[in-house]
């Protein structure tokens, strides 16, 4: 179909689709073991499709290039790595490429399902290889290499050449554990207990979990941030919003085989830990201080988190394979106590940094936010005081005022967004009065944000720090200081999320005696900065970019193939501060240049993230014994550049530096905060006509 409306159907038109959908249905044939779609989920599939259709920010139209791309993604989704469909089984199901826009319309789940028992089907297949190929003998003396990652090779041709893969990744992981130190006996029998335990788990697989994966490869289609969600999946959701759980304190999901940490909890366990990061991957679970870890690649990520979670006080092992790690990384090993996450943990904190200025000390008041947050309850009940960003940070500006400070510096690093009402307040201690944020919905019309509160709390030098994990609030806040040419912006370009969601209960239009129909999380308006520039995929970039770990493509609103566009609307009226003009920038940018060009500290942090960029591209690994083991003890003699990666990823003080004493500068390795300070010092300091340009080496 080239397009369905989703009203004003022509009747006769309606009739030829059921019928079709009709008799497509009643020509399948589900054999014994298959999983087949409920008279519930039709129901669902047809009302989310209707509320898209209708509602969603993106009027996509619902025709074969839609489809196409929901294809994909649910294959992508299924079988990221190309391991266990074959090209003809591609082939096969290609007839349903172009058919799944007229599916959705009629809450016909054929492919869905059709797709997904194929998949199911291969992946006995090859259970039943790994059982007889751990009986064979391994030769570690062959020479002989290993790609792991497929994702852009071509499917395999045929079933030997997926068993030459398969048996390379045996023999890998085999290899690993025998230089390692781990017997070949032992190694067999725990390889043959990981895939019998993924083989009887995902033999668990219900007819929701594939209805909740095909629906994410249709609403992520649209849109990166709509989603929907079974009950169980959207219990945990509420979990997570309510922040009130006992745990770790991440958000999870799975990609591909692997449970896949999104974002941490500020204040949380993992969060403060500084040994987790978003994109690492979750493969194995272990309780208390010696519980046996359980293999959790291929779970889904409910049955994850049941592992995960558990009573504070308790500890879990979390076995990770680090986003910084290169190919054939060995994984390491996390112990975190859990907690249960309070708001408290997330609120912000003040300190005062001492700073060289020639035979000067200065002082600046560092105030880091890890979220913004408001007691929306409280607020509602007009509580005196109730608990919020901007209550805490006008806090901290008065008792810094009494200390003298001559500059102020606001970190975001890692803060993913919260109130946006804490974001409009929170900018208005900084500026008079004014527009904050535009707001665009989805019929057009455009509203904005205002700080109405004349008061000006804090009118000093000030700048902010951001990183590549700064969104949605934070870059409307950073965005604003910016536009007003209020203070300086330091760091990396930020996330780029520049759209709202609101999360439809889908009860409300889905009746059922018996079952919950779930829960869809959808994309109703877009953010604009007060210039008309959308925060989507541009998000903030800083005056000063630093040595970045990601790019915007890899890690970002841009990595997303569904992400919405970036645009323009109209300005709005505003006036600018002029504390910071393009001069100022300008004279501060040639010493700033100059530091990155010869300063030890970023000189190494950028020599660092550029091989660690290098060696995450290599995709080869040594299959004989002696080549992979050099390989590992290099990985080993050489960590500066995966540590590097995380020390810029963790930013703020970490739980080893609360114990520093206080002779010592717990902000030592903080690089990133470092030459902002130094920024700062310059900027205090005065004109800088006379600073030179380095030439570049």
Do not use: C
């Amino acid at each position: 179909m080239k397009k369905i409306l989703p009203i004003f159907i022509p009747l006769s038109l309606l009739v030829v689709w059921f019928m079709h959908g009709s008799d497509l249905q009643n020509q399948i044939n589900y054999q014994e073991g298959d999983l087949q779609p409920s008279a519930l989920q039709r129901k669902v599939e047809s009302k989310v499709f209707e509320i898209l259709s209708n509602y969603h920010y993106r009027k996509v139209p619902v025709n074969d290039s839609l489809s196409s791309k929901i294809f994909d993604s649910y294959i992508k989704q299924l079988d990221p790595n190309k391991v266990f469909f074959l090209a003809e089984d591609i082939n096969e199901i290609e007839k349903y490429r172009f058919a799944i826009d007229e599916a959705l319309n009629l809450g016909d789940l054929t492919p869905a399902f059709q797709i997904y028992n194929l998949y199911q089907k291969r992946m006995k297949a090859r259970y039943a290889f790994i059982t007889a190929q751990l009986d064979k003998p391994t030769d570690f003396t062959l020479d002989e290499t290993y790609q792991p990652n497929r994702e852009k090779a071509t499917w395999a041709k045929s079933e030997s050449e997926l068993d030459d893969f398969w048996r390379k990744d045996l023999k890998r992981q085999l290899l690993d554990w025998k230089i390692g130190g781990k017997a070949d006996t032992t190694s067999v029998r725990e390889l043959k207990e990981r895939y019998k335990r993924t083989e009887k788990y995902m033999a668990k697989t219900k007819s929701e979990d594939v209805f909740q994966v095909f629906m994410n490869a249709y609403t992520e289609s649209i849109d990166p941030h709509t989603t929907y969600m079974i009950p169980k999946a959207a219990e945990e959701f509420n979990k997570d919003m309510s922040q009130s759980f006992e745990g770790i304190g991440a958000t999870l999901r799975l990609e591909g085989d692997y449970v896949s940490i999104v974002d941490l909890v500020p204040g949380g366990p993992a969060y403060r830990s500084k040994q987790v990061n978003p994109k690492d991957r979750i493969v194995g679970v272990a309780q208390g201080e010696d519980g046996k870890f359980v293999d959790i690649i291929g779970w889904f990520t409910d049955d994850a988190v049941k592992l995960i979670r558990g009573p504070k006080g308790t500890v879990v092992r979390l076995k990770i394979l680090p986003a910084s790690g290169v190919t054939g990384s060995p994984t390491t090993e996390v112990r975190i106590v859990r907690e249960k996450i309070k708001l408290e943990e997330q609120t912000a904190k003040k300190e005062i940094l001492f700073q060289k200025q020639g035979d000067k000390t200065i002082k600046i008041g560092l105030i880091t936010i890890p979220m913004f947050y408001r007691d929306f309850e409280g607020a509602r009940n007009n509580e005196a005081g109730f608990k919020s960003t901007s209550a805490d940070v006008r806090k901290f500006l008065v008792e810094f005022k009494k200390e003298g400070i001559d500059a102020l510096l606001i970190d975001l690093r890692n803060n993913g967004g919260g109130s946006l009402i804490e974001a409009v307040d929170l900018t208005g201690l900084f500026i008079t009065s004014g527009p904050v944020v535009q707001r665009k919905e989805s019929t057009g019309q455009i509203t904005q944000e205002n700080d109405e509160n004349p008061e000006l709390v804090y009118d000093g030098p000030m700048a902010v720090l951001i990183n590549r994990f700064s969104a949605s609030a934070s870059e409307i806040f950073a965005g604003a200081i910016q536009d007003y040419q209020r203070g300086i912006i330091v760091g990396e370009q930020s996330y780029g999320k520049g759209t709202v969601q609101s999360v439809l209960d889908l009860s409300r239009f889905v009746r059922s005696e018996k079952e919950n129909p779930g829960v869809l999380k959808i994309t109703l308006e877009k953010f604009y900065r007060i210039t008309g520039s959308s925060t989507q995929h541009k998000g903030v970039s800083p005056d000063f970019a630093l040595p970045s770990a990601f790019s915007a493509e890899e890690f970002g609103e841009s990595s997303q193939p569904s992400a919405l566009p970036w645009d323009m609307i109209r300005s709005t009226t505003f006036t600018k501060t002029g504390k910071v003009n393009p001069a100022t920038v300008k004279s501060l940018q040639v010493a700033f240049q100059n530091r990155l060009k010869t300063k030890p500290e970023l000189l190494k942090l950028k020599e660092d993230l550029e091989r660690w960029k290098k060696l995450k591209e290599t995709n080869s690994i040594a299959l004989q014994y002696d080549k992979r083991k050099k390989e590992l003890d290099d990985q080993k003699k050489k960590p500066d550049e995966a540590a590097a990666v995380m020390e810029v990823m963790a930013g703020a003080e970490t739980e080893d530096t609360k114990l520093v004493s206080k002779e010592k500068d717990k902000h030592a390795k903080d690089a990133y905060l470092k030459e902002t300070q130094q920024i700062i010092a310059d900027w205090l300091k005065g004109p800088l006509a006379s600073v030179k340009p380095v030439a570049k080496k």
